[in-house]
């Protein structure tokens, strides 16, 4: 007579080969299904594919750069901006935010703004514009996206930067949405422009759209393409100094020494830091920023 254990055993038998047969079909058993979804390695895309392997030039000017919060356009992106002094190209800044909850220093949202003054003759900016939108509040709405495509057709760029898709701080994804929405919008007018000037045969040339890039400011983001600051980052330093308000609160110069040293990791040695950004094609300009982040990401798998 069979032992209780040998009765347990042959039921749970049948019982797994009836769960692996369902719909008439054998299913496969969990180790076949991970090694099914397990990658080869001959497979993935190289690192040479997903990042920059030599410093690139600098974008045209002139620059307009979309910031968070005062002090995110020199942490982000201080060495380029420099880089962009240095090279008489004209930049201009907008600071979305009030930056009323970034410390518990008396008088914040003054003293955030007489930083940022301060970093701006320090970085040479042609234009600094600070806006009083809540900090952590920021909202994807169509008056705020109105607002930056007057400024962005104010300006008038050749450039426009926006903070990394992937940026941890919510304010930082926000503003990357919105910049992104106000780039399709003005791209849509200038369409229906070229149309309606074609119809009038006026001969009139239509202004093309700036170019686009995402900066890097807290961490790391997808990027195509970098930006040897090793000649600029002691200015750099001096730069993120300004903001005193924000450096008591954590360790931010230093944060960003390591983002900015570890974005070498692909550099020649002579490079000692970099910048990181993601320049954005027409193509992908036409989709969703989420969809396009989406297929980006999807390159790593």
Request: charged residues 20%.
């Amino acid at each position: 007579m069979p032992s209780i254990i040998q009765k347990i055993s042959s039921i749970s038998a049948r019982l797994l080969r009836r769960k692996n047969t369902l719909g008439g079909a054998t299913q496969p058993s969990a180790e076949a299904a991970a090694q099914a979804l397990e990658p080869s390695s001959s497979r993935l895309n190289p690192e040479s594919s997903l990042l920059p392997y030599t410093p690139n030039a600098l974008p045209p000017g002139p620059w307009l750069v979309f910031a968070p919060h005062a002090d995110d356009e020199t942490y982000g992106m201080g060495g380029a901006l420099l880089l962009a002094k240095a090279q008489k190209i004209k930049t201009h800044v907008v600071v979305l935010t009030d930056g009323a909850l970034g410390g518990e220093a008396e008088g914040l949202v003054a003293l955030r703004q007489a930083e940022v003054q301060s970093a701006a003759r320090e970085l040479g900016l042609a234009s600094l514009v600070c806006w009083d939108e809540p900090d952590r509040g920021l909202t994807v709405s169509e008056a705020l996206i109105d607002k930056l495509c007057a400024q962005i057709k104010s300006v008038q760029p050749a450039a426009v930067f926006f903070p990394g898709p992937l940026e941890a701080h919510p304010d930082h994804r926000i503003t990357a949405q919105l910049v992104w929405r106000a780039l399709q919008k003005i791209e849509g007018q200038q369409q229906q422009n070229a149309m309606h000037d074609t119809a009038e045969a006026t001969g009139s040339e239509t202004a093309q759209p700036p170019q686009a890039f995402s900066y890097e400011i807290s961490n790391q983001n997808p990027i195509n393409i970098m930006l040897d600051t090793t000649e600029v980052i002691e200015a750099k330093s001096r730069v993120m100094s300004c903001y005193d308000s924000q450096n008591s609160e954590n360790n931010y110069e230093d944060l960003v020494l390591a983002l900015d040293k570890g974005r070498t990791f692909t550099m020649p040695p002579e490079v000692q830091h970099c910048e990181g950004f993601y320049h954005y094609s027409p193509a992908q300009r036409a989709q969703p920023l989420q969809a396009v982040t989406q297929e980006i990401i999807a390159q790593y798998f």
